[in-house]
């Protein structure tokens, strides 16, 4: 380990033990840590404004004379203000609480000013600027060049930082180990650690800034993607079962599905085939949008599990949709000797008991089941696959908890909620992934409408007119109860309001999370059977529901709802061979809301939603605030560096392909960096 990993900041020239505690405050301790306090943006000084031609709002430099200069002492502050003239025109410019600028700017004075453009009514001021006096003041690192800003907390300023950094640099930049190799350096064009970590600070020009920026954000890509390499490749190492499929176990299968699976679903199971018959463990993402078929797809890998007299068990978040999973597998399997359980959460004690020893002595073959089962007490005499429905919060956390068993089964991870690429290769960067790159035949795109409250009448006509044809359809609403500090209605008022004054002559029925159990299945069995032609409901259904005959969604306070979630509870409809529609009623005049209601008009393709999504809501949000696996990074954006992003993954791939370890010698320092530096700095995920 180099020294600067340990040495304190106090140790750089000009931070005492105050500014010490300050720069700690920011997460800066070492000088390693110091050196890596890249700045959030810079200003080129080089680049003055004239005055006549600085806007408001945005940063300017100016260069001129002080012409006036006045001092008042106001109630709080001391305010000082400065007229500047650059034979343009004429800029004030005032400083607050820094009584010490007045002995600096006097009148006379040459002197350039960088700040942002800002004054009450939109006057042209700066306020509280930076400052430098051309003659006694004119060091290279505050004149007529890039300048770095800083984040720094409140006792900290840009110019004693800057010095700070400068003397770092310095002294410790050259003690800065190179960790690639000069033909990798070569390879991705990136400039050699010294050269890039000086530029980032103090380029030059804006190419040189550039350069450093993608030395860093290549760098932190790179060991992200190292550190999952390292973990596919660990998981590959364990052994799992190894399967065999012959072709009467293939004809046999089929025969029970009530559909020729597409050639899309074909696609993707030849890809979890070839993981079921190697020896090591599948790992593999199965992505599909919704109502793509990704049930059929699991069934068919289950059922080769059993064939191979194995255990087979599938996850669903919510008990809804593990019932559904239930009655899919039991009718598929009407006529087969395979025996299933639904384990659910409000089984007797007595049930409950008899379930878990049937999976234990291996007399049942599939378990459905909540995410809980991997929680709980489950114990399997043979686990060789395990699926997980519908869940992109099935983070490596979570995956962990499946692998650390010292058998380790076979896992399918299924998403609806197509993940953007770039977070396929970073949140599922250990898995492999398979896309249905197409739904089945004769579906026909949603037809989807926002509905302003001048609408809403029309609408009601319309939806009225589809039941009374025989369709079903949802309405959902963003909470249970009304409530008027969100100013929102709920389901339990509405249904009322639905059933006595809009639609009285459509029979309908109430769902949501605070119904008992009993009362839930009860209501959500009657709308299968089609007892009922509307079902009023919250997000409950938002994933997973399969209900054919459903062809009307319609969706109340649609702004209040996420992309992926619209996407999500469209994807209930659509499922049949009839037109389906969606209605987002929405009386929003939000920007992001009026993006994200548009967006679903325009497309019906879950992966460009995502795209989209991801664009309004940055990954964090997307993920939501739930354990996401979300690296910190620093300077790349997942976004907007997506190439980048993709050759760092392929080359960290092929070193760990070559050298699964990290035991050559050009790769040693690579494995330090990553399980120091790097483990630290990304907050990466247990490599280990
Ligand atoms: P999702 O991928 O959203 O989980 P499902 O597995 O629920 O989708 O399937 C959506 C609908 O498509 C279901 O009603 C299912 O019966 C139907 N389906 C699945 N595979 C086929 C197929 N090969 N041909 C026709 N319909 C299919
Ligand atoms: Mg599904």
């Keep these: 380990m180099s020294s600067i990993e340990t040495t304190s900041v106090q140790y750089v020239k000009g931070v005492g033990p105050k500014r010490c505690k300050d720069l700690v405050a920011l997460g800066v301790q070492t000088v390693l840590d110091l050196l890596y306090h890249f700045p959030r943006k810079y200003l080129d000084r080089s680049d003055v404004t004239p005055i006549d031609e600085v806007v408001y709002g945005e940063m300017a430099v100016v260069r001129g004379k002080v012409t006036d200069a006045r001092m008042r002492y106001g109630r709080r502050m001391p305010v000082f203000k400065v007229m500047i003239d650059d034979g343009t025109s004429i800029i004030k410019a005032t400083f607050f609480n820094q009584p010490w600028v007045a002995d600096k700017l006097t009148i006379g004075t040459d002197v350039l000013l960088a700040g942002k453009v800002e004054g009450p009514d939109h006057a042209l001021e700066l306020k509280s600027p930076e400052y430098a006096l051309i003659e006694e003041d004119s060091e290279a690192l505050e004149l007529g060049r890039i300048v770095p800003y800083y984040p720094l907390t409140g006792k900290l300023n840009q110019k004693w930082l800057r010095k700070v950094m400068r003397n770092c640099l310095d002294k410790f930049a050259d003690e800065l180990e190179e960790f690639y190799t000069d033909a990798f350096l070569a390879e991705n064009r990136l400039p050699a650690i010294g050269e890039a970590i000086r530029q980032i600070h103090f380029p030059e020009t804006a190419e040189e800034k550039d350069r450093a920026l993608r030395r860093f954000k290549f760098d932190e890509f790179f060991f992200m993607e190292l550190a999952l390499a390292v973990r596919r490749r660990?998981?590959?190492?364990?052994?799992?079962?190894?399967?065999?499929?012959?072709?009467?176990?293939?004809?046999?299968?089929?025969e029970l599905f009530p559909f020729t699976l597409t050639e899309f679903q074909d696609d993707v199971l030849k890809e979890i085939v070839a993981d079921l018959r190697s020896p090591y463990p599948m790992n593999r993402l199965l992505q599909g949008d919704v109502g793509s078929g990704k049930t059929l797809v699991a069934a068919y890998a289950m059922l080769v599990a059993v064939g191979n007299e194995h255990q087979a068990a599938i996850m669903a978040p919510t008990e809804i949709l593990a019932e559904q999973h239930f009655q899919t597998f039991s009718s598929i399997l009407a006529d087969a000797k395979v025996s299933i359980v639904h384990l659910a959460g409000g089984d007797t004690k007595k049930n409950r008991e008899e379930k878990l020893a049937g999976i234990e002595?291996?007399?049942?073959?599939?378990?459905?089941?909540?995410?809980?089962?991997?929680?709980?007490?489950?114990?399997?005499?043979?686990?060789?696959?395990?699926?997980?429905?519908?869940?992109?919060?099935?983070?490596?956390?979570?995956?962990?908890?499946?692998?650390?068993?010292?058998?380790?089964?076979?896992?399918?991870?299924?998403?609806?909620?197509?993940?953007?690429?770039?977070?396929?290769?970073?949140?599922?960067?250990?898995?492999?992934?398979?896309?249905?790159?197409?739904?089945?035949?004769?579906?026909?795109?949603?037809?989807?409408?926002?509905?302003?409250?001048?609408?809403?009448?029309?609408?009601?006509?319309?939806?009225?007119?589809?039941?009374?044809?025989?369709?079903?359809?949802?309405?959902?609403?963003?909470?249970?109860?009304?409530?008027?500090?969100?100013?929102?209605?709920?389901?339990?008022?509405?249904?009322?309001?639905?059933?006595?004054?809009?639609?009285?002559?459509?029979?309908?029925?109430?769902?949501?999370?605070?119904?008992?159990?009993?009362?839930?299945?009860?209501?959500?069995?009657?709308?299968?059977?089609?007892?009922?032609?509307?079902?009023?409901?919250?997000?409950?259904?938002?994933?997973?529901?399969?209900?054919?005959?459903?062809?009307?969604?319609?969706?109340?306070?649609?702004?209040?709802?996420?992309?992926?979630?619209?996407?999500?509870?469209?994807?209930?409809?659509?499922?049949?061979?009839?037109?389906?529609?969606?209605?987002?009623?929405?009386?929003?005049?939000?920007?992001?809301?009026?993006?994200?209601?548009?967006?679903?008009?325009?497309?019906?393709?879950?992966?460009?939603?995502?795209?989209?999504?991801?664009?309004?809501?940055?990954?964090?949000?997307?993920?939501?605030?739930?354990?996401?696996?979300?690296?910190?990074?620093?300077v790349a954006d997942l976004v907007v560096d997506y190439p980048l992003l993709r050759a760092a993954r392929d080359r960290a791939f092929k070193i760990i392909d070559e050298d699964a370890d990290l035991s050559k010698p050009e790769n040693t320092k690579l494995k330090t960096v990553m399980e120091t530096q790097y483990r630290k700095r990304l907050e990466l995920m247990d490599v280990g």
């Design 234 to 254: 660990r998981l590959r190492k364990k052994t799992g079962p190894v399967f065999k499929l012959w072709p009467k176990l293939d004809a046999r299968i089929r």
């Design 361 to 634: 002595t291996g007399k049942v073959d599939i378990v459905i089941g909540t995410h809980a089962i991997i929680q709980s007490d489950v114990q399997f005499r043979k686990l060789g696959l395990v699926v997980v429905d519908e869940q992109h919060k099935f983070g490596v956390m979570q995956r962990k908890a499946l692998t650390d068993k010292t058998t380790v089964p076979n896992v399918l991870v299924m998403t609806a909620t197509p993940i953007p690429r770039t977070l396929a290769l970073t949140v599922y960067g250990d898995l492999d992934v398979s896309t249905i790159r197409g739904m089945p035949p004769g579906r026909r795109p949603v037809e989807t409408s926002w509905i302003p409250p001048a609408k809403n009448g029309d609408a009601w006509e319309f939806i009225r007119g589809q039941i009374e044809e025989g369709k079903q359809g949802y309405v959902v609403y963003p909470v249970i109860s009304d409530s008027e500090k969100l100013g929102l209605q709920g389901a339990e008022e509405s249904f009322e309001y639905l059933s006595e004054k809009v639609l009285p002559d459509v029979p309908m029925a109430l769902l949501h999370g605070r119904m008992k159990k009993s009362e839930k299945e009860t209501v959500m069995q009657a709308f299968r059977d089609g007892e009922y032609g509307l079902l009023v409901a919250t997000q409950l259904i938002e994933v997973g529901v399969d209900v054919s005959n459903a062809a009307v969604m319609v969706v109340m306070h649609s702004e209040r709802f996420g992309l992926a979630q619209l996407h999500q509870l469209r994807g209930r409809v659509g499922r049949g061979a009839q037109q389906s529609y969606c209605f987002l009623f929405s009386d929003t005049r939000s920007r992001d809301a009026g993006r994200r209601l548009s967006a679903m008009e325009r497309t019906t393709d879950g992966f460009k939603i995502a795209e989209e999504d991801l664009k309004i809501r940055g990954p964090g949000e997307f993920f939501g605030t739930s354990q996401h696996g979300l690296p910190e990074l620093a």
